[in-house]
């Protein structure tokens, strides 16, 4: 299972931290990703990991303002973001991929389970 949390209604210019808790598996083997979803829209990539955090893969909308890192102690990935804009409003899913080994994979299809999502909300 994985349990998404630290969603909110942020200023734009403001940071928000997104954790992504896993339970019930080999956290530390699956690669993660980060997507986002808007009413009427397809989900897309944000940002994934690989397992052992060496290899980050962004989505150009995100580049040098979001960054994903994970605690496989914790069994936690992050997804930090800063200088939102009201563009990144939308609800966030994290998801595990438990087939690849380092490729980090940036569509939705390419995931086993998923989180249940949280809200952010950036305002202008």
């Known amino acids: 299972q994985l349990q998404a949390s630290g969603g909110g209604l942020v200023q734009a210019g403001g940071s928000l931290r997104l954790s992504c808790a896993a339970s019930?598996?080999?956290?530390?083997?699956?690669?993660m990703g980060w997507f986002r979803q808007t009413p009427g829209k397809e989900r897309d990539f944000v940002a994934g990991i690989n397992w052992s955090g060496g290899s980050t893969v962004y989505a150009d909308s995100v580049k040098g303002r979001f960054t994903t890192s994970r605690d496989n102690a914790k069994n936690t990935v992050y997804l930090q973001m800063n200088s939102l804009i009201p563009e990144d409003t939308a609800v966030y899913y994290c998801?595990?991929?438990?087939?690849?080994?380092?490729?980090?994979?940036?569509?939705?299809?390419?995931?086993?389970?998923w989180g249940q999502g949280t809200q952010v909300t950036v305002s202008s």
């Open positions: 998801a595990a991929d438990y087939r690849s080994l380092n490729t980090v994979k940036t569509i939705g299809p390419g995931y086993d389970y």
């Open positions: 019930g598996g080999t956290f530390r083997r699956y690669n």
